[in-house]
């Protein structure tokens, strides 16, 4: 979950900092890897994400977004519809999580797919278009 506040140009920034002098966006925080910034159609107009029984907003493009958050991810060569065990792990997640240590298995991914599926079906992003770069498991 995050905040944005939207900018007077096509940008969006989520913290800004104002003295005597002026104002200005930090080139860290949220939005790094963008200097501060994302383009505003990054995240307008706002999708819909389910998120347990309830219906959040959420940005129109969760790559875009990822981008600028995650630097240094590569986006390319992992699946982002696919958990990337390996970073997980990197990023403080232990095998405690019963899926963390063991492999996606093909039928794992199935049902990752028909869920996206139907939440592509109601209307909600999904992972759905984000298959098709994946190296799907054997």
Known sequence: MGSYIIGDRQVVYAQRFCDHVGCYTPHVGTFRAGKGFIRKSSIY???????????????????????????????????????????????GYTDDEQWIGQSLQPEDVEVLQQRAAELDAQGYMSMAPYFSSCRMPH
């Open 45 to 91: 107009p706002l999708g819909r994400c389910k998120a347990g029984h309830l219906s959040v907003p959420c940005p129109r493009k969760p790559l875009d977004v990822l981008r600028v958050v995650m630097p240094g991810a590569n986006f390319t060569e992992h699946c982002l519809a696919l958990p990337d065990v390996a970073q997980r792990q990197l990023r």
